[in-house]
């Protein structure tokens, strides 16, 4: 993630873009815009790496902009799954809503649709394999929980995750100019909310 | 300045060369499916590289000219016909207000390019006119073109009094980036060194039948099965157009234009962009082989194809000069 910040206020000519995975981070170039802007000695790739890797070095005592306090997201617990995966860990539903809500998240990446940020960990308690056969369909704004990960569809897709409830917040809107919710590494507290305020808050 | 569409094709989308500086918040570029094709019908219409293009899969649309029109057709050879008469792929036409562009019957390649000069006048969303059909935004309504559609240009100067020289692109150029069709070289990915030896050597030598569970997001590819070394827990990591996958059945997929930003299962290789074309041009029941080359050489092969397409782009420019006033 401070590499990430690095490379995008200090890059090389012909970097495009990076994507943040959990244990990765890989990076985007133009080929032809960086051999027209450096001695490349043997390939491009090298280049990259080496500019990588002494990026990766000045990172010693660099210390993150990112310091944005965690983002409340208000979410109503009423998922198809909630019941079913408080039976599992032999919890009430109440319990449930109060351990998800009770630890903050962080966003480790945002992949598989547009929007969709991967969050974790959750507590050890509430952690629920994926569902043996997934959805077909799974409305947009719902708050899941894979493994130890939880996240919100930003979209209606075919989704595997354990729904436990939905957030009114539009989490992905391409009218808007910043469309994505979610950068990776921000930090998530959930906030339950009644069916009264999903109502009042609903986006969607 | 339009044109309209009279009857709908099966999947006729307005791409450019794909959205860049989004894939962290999950949105892929998207983009021509074949990009050599996309940027040669620019240049033969005097267009830069990146103006927004038509891409038209078989059935193809048909087109009506409400006004007098520059366009290309590249990619596939489906058999164009503009007033009932067969025109030439590759190179530059001149059409006429009120005529009428058919797409005959496919016989080769899989994804044809209409661009027109002065570009399609369509959505752009951050930063490309490319379609995004799951969200539903960029290129034409952020959908495929249906019946009744207009799609505006900017007005061709009255180029009809003028003798120009056609541009086309000679058949030496394709010949190298379209042949040998099936032969699609690659690199090894980050997982490739999960496979067992023996694996990688299959890798190389099985054919890799492609499915017809294919489409822009990706094409699903029948062969003997492979395994890695061990079974596997993967963390999603970044993947992107060419990359090959391996599923937990053994077969593969290789993820095209449309694909997700990341994913979870093993990266076993990645086609190099240089053989991307072929690759958008292949359709299900082709057999593919895949060859393992170094990262030199897959530079070396995309840096060639770059000039080449610099050398058209400046070939082209210098036949259109005349009627497109491109100083």
């Not at chain 2, 409400?66 to 016909?81: L, M, P, Y």
């Amino acid at each position: 993630m401070a590499l990430q910040e690095v490379l995008q206020q200090k890059h090389f000519k012909g970097f495009i873009e990076t994507v943040p995975a959990y244990a990765s981070l890989a990076i985007f170039y133009d080929m032809v815009k960086v051999t027209a802007n450096y001695p490349i000695h043997t390939t491009v790739y090298d280049f990259v790496r080496d500019f990588t890797e002494q990026s990766l070095n000045a990172l010693v005592g660099f210390s993150s902009q990112h310091t944005k306090p965690p983002i409340s997201l208000p979410v109503h617990y009423n998922g198809e799954d909630l019941i079913g995966l408080a039976n599992l860990h032999h919890l009430s539903a109440e319990e449930v809503i109060k351990i998800h809500t009770g630890k903050i998240v962080r966003v480790f990446m945002i992949g598989f649709l547009p929007g969709f940020a991967y969050m974790g960990k959750v507590d050890d308690r509430i952690a629920t394999a994926r569902l043996v056969s997934p959805r077909a369909v799974v409305k947009p704004g719902s708050v899941g929980i894979a493994g130890s990960q939880t996240g919100i569809y930003p979209l209606a897709s075919p989704g595997g995750w354990q729904l436990i409830g939905q957030t009114p917040i539009k989490i992905f809107d391409s009218k808007k100019e910043t469309p994505c919710f979610f950068q990776a590494g921000d930090l998530v507290q959930f906030v339950a909310i009644s069916k009264k305020e999903f109502d009042q808050l609903n986006e969607y | 300045m339009s044109i309209k569409i009279i009857r709908a094709g099966i999947l006729a989308t307005v791409q450019d060369s794909g959205r860049t500086g989004f894939r962290s918040i999950g949105v892929g570029s998207a983009g021509a499916m074949d990009l050599f094709a996309m940027k040669a019908s620019n240049y033969l219409c005097g267009n830069d590289g990146n103006e927004a293009v038509i891409e038209i899969n078989f059935p193809a649309p048909e087109i009506l000219f409400e006004q007098d029109a520059i366009v290309s057709i590249t990619g596939a050879d489906f058999s164009a016909n503009i007033n009932d008469n067969p025109v030439l792929p590759w190179r530059t036409l001149l059409v006429k207000k009120g005529s009428v562009l058919k797409f005959k019957r496919p016989v080769s390649g899989a994804r044809a390019y209409l661009a027109v000069s002065g570009g399609w006048q369509s959505g752009k969303w951050l930063g490309s006119y490319s379609t995004h059909l799951k969200l539903s935004v960029g290129g034409h309504s952020g959908r495929a073109l249906q019946k009744d559609d207009t799609i505006s240009f900017p007005a061709a100067n009255n180029f009809f009094g003028n003798k120009i020289l056609p541009a086309f692109i000679p058949g030496a150029e394709l010949e190298k980036v379209y042949q040998p069709a099936n032969n699609i070289r690659c690199l090894p990915a980050p997982e490739y060194a999960m496979l067992t030896e023996s694996n990688k050597r299959k890798l190389e030598q099985l054919q890799f039948v492609i499915s017809h569970q294919s489409d822009r997001m990706g094409y699903r590819l029948k062969n003997e099965p492979l395994m890695p070394e061990q079974p596997f827990e993967l963390l999603s990591s970044a993947v992107d157009m060419g990359t090959i996958q391996l599923l937990p059945d053994g077969t593969t997929i290789i993820l095209m234009a449309d694909h997700q930003t990341t994913g979870g299962y093993p990266r076993v290789a990645t086609v190099i962009k240089t053989d991307l074309p072929k690759l958008a041009q292949a359709s299900p029941g082709q057999a593919l082989n895949f060859t393992m080359i170094c990262l030199a050489e897959a530079e070396t092969c995309y840096t060639n194809m770059q000039r080449s397409l610099e050398e058209i782009k400046q070939a082209c420019h210098l036949n259109l000069k005349m009627i497109l006033s491109l100083d």
